[in-house]
């Protein structure tokens, strides 16, 4: 019956050492830039106080330009498309690799050899690997020259480098290893039995995958889409390089208000970025529950 | 194991002149005292130099530590972060190295130390276009913006009111400065290209860029507003919110357009744009247009009929900063106009503060490529010995008298900046 206590000595040892480091390095610091979002500003300083002008600043014009969108809601509006875009893509391409390793390759040791050779990307910085696209993608690029070489086109494609199709691409390629390796891991759990007696049940291959396989990879898939949208909706790095700087995202306003010193605003993107990046979440975890799959 | 041995000096020395004096009687008192630089010199001097990496160079370390013993820590950072670092953590640096623009939002934080003019050896010297206004020849130049001479003094010691006038206490004492414009791919543009409102000629479409930093950003802006014949600021540095409305419609309208191909924030980004040519006209850097020569790819500085927009930036202290530290600030800052580094900033493309100084440190030929527009005799070199112009070649837009004798304005940080920054962001989600 003593076991059934939660609040014992060991249970507090073993939850103390992480929470202290969440508490200090995470729900403080948070607190701060929460307050600081409410605080007034000038030009070389802070101002404690209790305003929304940072939040009314934020908002501005959302209402006078109905029906056309205000800069926050266009900003928001094309970090949820580019989020929506390369979850889709890492996603159709995660999944397929993950069934592939998880159900094609045999023996474990090539499963591991093979999951390992996709990290490969993961060994070189994540700007190096961005930039690399450039002399590939861009107007002088070797795409460009190739297909004109080819005779498939006569003048270069603009859109290639610089653009909405850029963006997506890189993120694809920098993170659609997030979805692999939960969905891969959630995937050699399956027992194996119960696809033979799918089989055996005369399901067609796409009614297995359909039926048995998608419904019990589910919480690899919730995991790997909360990792690529949480860092997409994030992402300023990325959008800036391979957009020219000419895309907006939520990261790019708070980086641009810090860059100003206006400390308030920025914690006000900050917090307004959260609460979209928890709702989604909080949506994704209303249709599957990772603790109770898991 | 090198500390243990200085210390270990520094007690025998000590110690020696402790006996001397001793033995030496009533002559004691002044041994010990001319004994004392030298137990300071034994010291390391270092000093914590914030700043952009512009002049923070590997070769003015060398030379500095040779001539004055001297070490410098060199911090670098973007100017934006420079500038959060000076307010938000002053105690983390010595001397400070910023732009003239800056001093709006860092004199009035009380977080750096004005220098005294009387202990700047070579003050007097330094070039008018700071001090006054005008060039050594008493051409007056553009004041638009924040141009140096508005920020360069303070009323008092300890004041945070910039004076009207010359006084004793210096904000920033200059380090380098330029006149940016902007630059063209001659080969890709097989024209010639005379004015500013070039950057948004459809011609280019697809193929222009502008910084994306927001304060240096909209003044190209306004350049180009000013010479299609748009508007006429009376200030394009201080713009009132309908002025900054009417400068982001015009870039809203062309970015919608399509005719920048990027933006740019950093050096290296501005080069491979140029380089690559995704783009053939853009605001650029002076050594930027270099780095990409150096590729073997013409691009020219190209001087423009509106002139020029210029940047400067100087070095002061932090407040943190006293005794034998603020001593050796001053030496650095003395060193620093002496000449050998004016030289060598000027051998780069920048132009230094003191101009008789630096023009003993660099051959005739180079004073007349880099200073008077003259044409090369033999090929100019780079500080690291490779080769930048060949003989016979002559520096874009000509002498310093030609160039710093047509700025229109200067960077400059707004009064409606929180405003202009908002605007900015509107006009990058656009």
């Known amino acids: 019956m003593k076991t059934k206590d939660p609040f014992t000595l060991p249970a507090w040892a073993q939850v103390g050492p992480f929470a202290f480091v969440f508490g200090l ?23 404690p106080d209790f305003t929304l002008r940072s939040y009314v600043e934020t ?24 989020c929506f875009l390369v979850w889709l893509f890492t996603l159709l391409i995660g999944f397929t690799i993950a069934y592939f390793l998880a159900f094609h390759v045999q023996s474990v040791t090539m499963q591991m050899t093979l999951a390992l050779i996709s990290t490969i990307p993961f060994w070189t910085s994540n700007v190096i690997r961005m930039i690399s696209w450039i002399p590939l993608l861009g107007r002088n690029g070797l795409v460009n020259q190739g297909l004109i070489k080819l005779g498939v086109i006569k003048e270069p494609l603009e859109w290639l480098l610089y653009s909405d199709f850029a963006v997506v691409l890189a993120f694809v390629h920098l993170f659609t290893f997030f979805m692999v390796i939960p969905i891969f891991n959630s995937m050699a759990r399956i027992d194996k039995r119960l696809i033979e007696a799918a089989y055996d049940a005369g399901a067609t291959g796409w009614q297995t995958l359909w039926t048995v396989i998608i419904p019990l990879a589910k919480p690899g898939i919730v995991i790997g889409s909360i990792f690529v949208i949480t860092i997409v909706m994030g992402d300023f790095v990325t959008v800036g390089v391979m957009g020219g700087q000419q895309i907006a995202s939520a990261g790019k306003i708070i980086e641009t208000r810090l860059g100003a010193l206006q400390f308030p605003p920025a914690a006000a993107n900050a917090v307004i970025l959260l609460a979209v990046v928890l709702l989604i979440i909080t949506a994704m975890n209303r ?6 799959e898991l | 194991m090198t500390d243990e041995t200085i210390k270990t000096t520094r007690v025998s020395r000590r110690s020696v002149l402790k006996t001397a004096g001793a033995v030496a009687g009533a002559a004691a008192g002044s041994g010990a005292i001319t004994g004392f630089p030298a137990v300071w010199s034994q010291e390391k001097k270092v000093l914590r130099y914030l ?3 512009v002049n923070q160079a ?22 934006d972060d420079v500038t959060k670092r000076v307010i938000t953590q002053p105690n983390s640096f010595d001397v400070l190295d910023t732009e003239y623009f800056s001093l709006k939002k860092l004199i009035p934080s009380g977080n750096i130390l004005a220098l005294d003019a009387k202990k700047i050896k070579e003050f ?5 276009v700071f001090t006054k206004g005008q060039l050594p020849n008493g051409k007056v130049i553009g004041d638009q913006g924040t141009a140096p001479k508005k920020v360069m003094f303070l009323e008092g010691k300890n004041s945070t009111k910039f004076a009207k006038g010359v006084t004793e206490w210096v904000t920033l004492i200059p380090t380098t400065y330029n006149a940016d414009t902007l630059g063209i791919r001659p080969d890709l543009i097989k024209r010639p290209i005379e004015s500013w409102k070039e950057l948004l000629n459809p011609e280019f479409k697809g193929k222009a860029s502008i910084l994306n930093i927001p304060s240096i950003g909209i003044m190209d802006a306004a350049m180009v507003v000013e010479a299609s014949g748009l508007y006429k600021y009376p200030d394009k540095g201080n713009m009132t919110k309908q002025e900054i409305d009417l400068t982001m419609k015009v870039l809203t309208e062309a970015k919608k357009a399509g005719q920048f191909r990027a933006f740019w924030k950093d050096f290296n980004e501005s080069v491979n744009l140029m380089a690559s040519g995704e783009t053939v006209i853009q605001s650029m850097w002076s050594p930027a247009v270099t780095a990409v020569r150096s590729k073997g790819i013409p691009c020219v500085f190209q001087p423009l009929k509106e002139g020029y927009r210029s940047w400067a930036s100087g070095f ?10 603020a001593e050796w600030a001053y030496e650095f800052v003395n060193w620093f106009l002496s000449g050998w580094a004016g030289a060598y900033l000027n051998r780069q493309g920048y132009y230094s503060a003191v101009l008789p100084t630096a023009k003993k440190f660099m051959t005739e030929d180079e004073w007349g490529f880099w200073m008077e527009g003259k044409a090369a005799k033999n ?6 010995g490779s080769l930048l112009e060949k003989a016979g070649s002559k520096r874009d837009g000509g002498s310093y008298d030609d160039r710093m004798g047509n700025v229109a304005c200067w960077n400059a940080v707004m009064d409606e900046n929180d405003y202009m920054v908002r605007k900015w962001n509107e006009f990058i989600a656009a």
Do not use: H
């Open chain 1, 287 to 292: 249709v599957v529950d990772i603790r109770k």
């Open chain 1, 25 to 47: 390095f995470f729900i403080i610091p948070l607190a701060f830039v929460v307050m600081v979002s409410f605080w007034d500003y000038t030009e070389y300083s802070l101002v």
């Open chain 2, 124 to 128: 007097d010297n330094i070039t008018p």
């Open chain 2, 51 to 53: 700043g952009t990496a």
């Open chain 1, 59 to 82: 908002f501005e014009g959302c209402y006078d330009q109905l029906p056309g969108l205000c800069t926050i809601l266009k900003t928001y509006v094309s970090t949820v498309k580019f």
């Open chain 2, 316 to 325: 002061c202290m932090s407040k943190g900063v006293t005794g034998k530290k």
């Open chain 2, 58 to 79: 590997d070769d003015i370390n060398k030379q500095l530590l040779k001539d004055t013993g001297i070490t410098l820590e060199y911090i670098s950072a973007t100017t």
């Open chain 2, 379 to 384: 090929d100019i070199k780079a500080p690291d």
